[in-house]
């Protein structure tokens, strides 16, 4: 299942779906240095806006062509500067893995101050009305920004979230985005996301031989083992705060990314 790609073609059907007149802003958090969902937002017509502490040129550049705002911070539960961990993952530096999280899997000893700010101040300070889809993809931090949500009033809280969680080895294992602590922030989300009216959900997983799951949070009983496959590699959850998507649809979508198919990543990263 290659997640990505996957996550972003059932985005660009969705989105609309939700919100056809556009009248929310789309908010990319953790941007990283290669799948810019912010630039997908952007063609979609939603007003986007990203928000990565390190910014490379390549997302520069689709923020200037296409009006995109960038912020450079990082999302979280302060506002003034906090310590970046600066990622390393298979013995390679890698700013895709930049993390709050000292615990994080993919944290190297090398850090940098960087500025941060929270949910409701950013609603407050890009003066939001509403939110139509917020991405996450922190490493580790999601359920920092996720537990601010029960801080916002029902018309605040984003149609659309999508998270990501686990990375860097197999549940079953147990380690890296799967150890306890970083499971127990996953179950977290899920918890404030029931608590907050969130429903329908879609999971997209990287394992071989996944396929998509889609559940209700509002009748899900909050189990990791019912919820993740054994073999779970990494993966999103997309989850609506009202209303779903045809099932048959998503089937449609998601059918060409399904299946088992060879990947040299999964080989050179040992999460196999």
Known sequence: MRVEACCQSLLREILPHIDPNRSGVCLDVGVGNFAFYCDLFSQLGFSTIA??????????????????????????????????HLGKFARLANANFNSLESEWF?????????STIDLSELIRLTEINKITCLKLDIEGWERVVIEQLKALSFLQLPQVIMFEYGGGSRRYQGEKGWSPKFLKGTMNCLETLQKCGYGF?????????????????????LDPDLIFPRNAVYGNIISFREGDYPESS???ITTPYNGKWLNWVMERFAVN
Request: glycine letters at 2%; charged letters at 25%; hydrophobic letters at 35%.
């Open 250 to 252: 998503i089937a449609q």
């Open 51 to 84: 928000i990565e502490p390190s910014p490379n040129d390549k997302l520069r550049r689709i923020c200037e062509r296409n009006s995109i705002r960038l912020l450079e911070c990082c999302l979280s539960d302060e506002n003034g500067t906090q310590t970046l």
């Open 201 to 221: 959900s879609i999971m997209i997983d990287y394992a071989p031989d996944a396929r998509t799951q889609i559940f209700d949070l509002q009748n899900l009983q």
């Open 106 to 114: 993919a944290s190297s000893q090398n850090t940098k101050l960087v």
